[in-house]
């Protein structure tokens, strides 16, 4: 094998490599934001508004599967939409223990979550799958107000966005593991995407969308032109579809990138 044979394979290894890099920090999945005082949700995907949505008023926290469940600020249940925003009809009431639960977050399975803000004693909150059957899950940490919250579904931790401007990972029981400060500010709308393993979040009112990794790394601002939203608390993702067989995951696309590199080199020696 020539030289240049040799060095573009190694060219070839870095640029699938570097796609697949790429690939980890684009937005695969839709962003649904809600701002509950407009009784509107939007949904956003690629840096494009991809719709504006007319719900009811004062429905902020979220809870995407296969369908969107809205439900309301102040715990008096949900209502049903399908993914692209229509009204499914389906409605379910809610317990009325909590007032001002502005971001949510599900498990997909058996729970969702909601975050306190603005009262006496902020907390986490769990409900069953429709905004019902609330109950307090954890106190928040300094009676800080909770403006984000985010499920991982890869550890079953809690991501939650708190008044003194830091992200802090807890697990279900209230213990904190980790915790970061955005350059950015107070984050609402904290959403975890499954696809790449990251949170998305925003400011309040503002069309820019920022990326971190778990570990609190800024990856991606993202400005969506014609998206300029008010009390936009509410933010999730959509469970992210299972990759199809046998296409290769960004993992194995990264490993086979390398496995090209050290095959080049490695003949490249034998050359020499």
């Known amino acids: 094998m020539t030289m240049s044979r040799t060095l573009k394979l190694v060219a070839l290894a870095a640029a699938v490599t570097l796609a697949a890099a790429q690939a980890a920090t684009a937005q695969s999945t839709p962003y649904y934001i809600t701002n509950g005082d407009a009784s509107t949700m939007y949904i956003v995907q690629n840096g494009t508004l991809q719709a504006t949505v007319p719900t009811y008023f004062l429905g902020y926290p979220l809870a995407v599967g296969t369908t969107v469940i809205l439900g309301q600020r102040d715990d008096a249940g949900g209502r049903e939409y399908t993914l692209a925003g229509v009204p ?113 979040g925003k ?8 990326q971190y990794s778990k570990a609190g790394a800024l990856l991606n601002t993202v400005v969506v032109p014609g998206f300029s939203p008010g009390n936009d608390y509410g933010g999730e993702m959509a469970f992210a579809p299972p990759e199809p067989i046998p296409a290769l995951s960004r993992t194995g696309l990264v490993a086979l990138g390398l496995l090209i590199a050290l095959a080049g080199a490695a003949l490249l020696r034998l050359r020499l």
Do not use: K, M
């Open 203 to 210: 400011l309040n009112g503002g069309g820019t969308l920022y």
């Open 88 to 200: 499914t009809g389906n409605t379910w009431a809610g317990s009325g223990q909590f007032t001002e639960i502005l971001d949510g977050a599900t498990d997909g399975v058996q729970f969702n979550y909601g975050v306190l803000c603005c009262t006496a004693t902020p907390a986490v909150i769990r409900t069953d799958l429709h905004w019902a059957n609330s109950s307090t899950l954890f106190n928040l940490p300094g009676r800080q107000d909770g403006w984000g919250i985010a499920y991982d579904t890869t550890t079953s931790h809690l991501f939650v966005s708190l008044s003194d401007t830091t992200i802090r990972e807890f697990d279900l029981t209230g213990n904190q593991i980790s915790s970061f400060t955005p350059a950015a500010g107070r984050i609402v709308g904290l959403a975890y995407e499954q696809a790449t393993d990251t949170l998305w």
